[in-house]
T-cell receptor
Framework: DAGVIQSPRHEVTEMGQEVTLRCKPI?????LFWYRQTMMRGLELLIY????????DSGMPEDRFSAKMPNASFSTLKIQPSEPRDSAVYFC???????????FGPGTRLTVT | TQLLEQSPQFLSIQEGENLTVYCNSS?????LQWYRQEPGEGPVLLVT?????EVKKLKRLTFQFGDARKDSSLHITAAQPGDTGLYLC?????????????FGKGTLLTVNP
């Protein structure tokens, strides 16, 4: 079975540009999470969804960040406008209700110049 | 302030040696997880501990949850080069539903042949 799929794997963009990261969770999983990982701050939860509904977005850094989950098999994380401090690896993870285990995707490495 | 402090940050040892890494907090967690992350990949769950004092073994890896559920340790016996990676602990702040994980910054382990 395919795991969590993220695209693109690498993104290089200029400051001020819009960036869209994509995630396909594991089929049948009820929860989807977006994380950001940096050397300074480690792995941080940005937002999570349950059954396509955003439940907690308290980790989203500011209004430039937005996330959507239009259906059970697709989610996007958008940064508009992007800034150099947004450079990080962004992970998507999913899990089944009642299970402890979160399954992570391979991540998107974002570089904003 | 990091909610979960991991130590040491970096560890480089020779194949066959034993090691212990630590995950400490002043907060109580309903469960705690250990993940291993390899370069270019997302974290992969190793174990979940939920009961204070609990000890779990996974081949050469031994995980312990503190009695007060505020800390945990991971002990590796006879380390092998394949154990190389970033070891992350993560505590559940969602009251047992595991929706909201707080991650430590990790211990980067290198096992030299």
């Amino acid at each position: 079975d395919a795991g969590v799929i993220q695209s693109p794997r690498h993104e290089v963009t200029e400051m001020g540009q819009e960036v869209t990261l994509r995630c396909k969770p594991i089929s049948g999983h009820d929860y989807l999470f977006w994380y950001r990982q940096t050397m300074m701050r480690g792995l941080e939860l940005l937002i999570y969804f349950n059954n396509n509904v955003p439940i907690d977005d308290s980790g989203m850094p500011e209004d430039r960040f937005s996330a959507k989950m239009p259906n059970a098999s697709f989610s996007t994380l958008k940064i508009q406008p992007s800034e150099p401090r947004d450079s990080a690896v962004y992970f998507c993870a999913s899990k089944r209700d009642g299970s402890y285990e979160q399954y992570f995707g391979p991540g998107t490495r974002l570089t904003v110049t | 302030t990091q909610l979960l402090e991991q130590s040491p940050q970096f560890l480089s040892i020779q194949e066959g040696e034993n090691l212990t890494v630590y995950c400490n907090s002043s907060s109580v967690f309903s469960s705690l997880q250990w993940y291993r992350q390899e370069p270019g990949e997302g974290p992969v769950l190793l174990v979940t501990v939920v009961t204070g004092g609990e000890v779990k073994k996974l081949k050469r890896l031994t995980f312990q949850f503190g009695d007060a559920r505020k800390d945990s340790s991971l002990h590796i016996t006879a380390a092998q080069p394949g154990d190389t990676g970033l070891y992350l602990c993560a505590g559940d702040r969602s009251g047992g539903s595991n929706y909201k994980l707080t991650f430590g910054k990790g211990t980067l382990l290198t096992v030299n042949p």
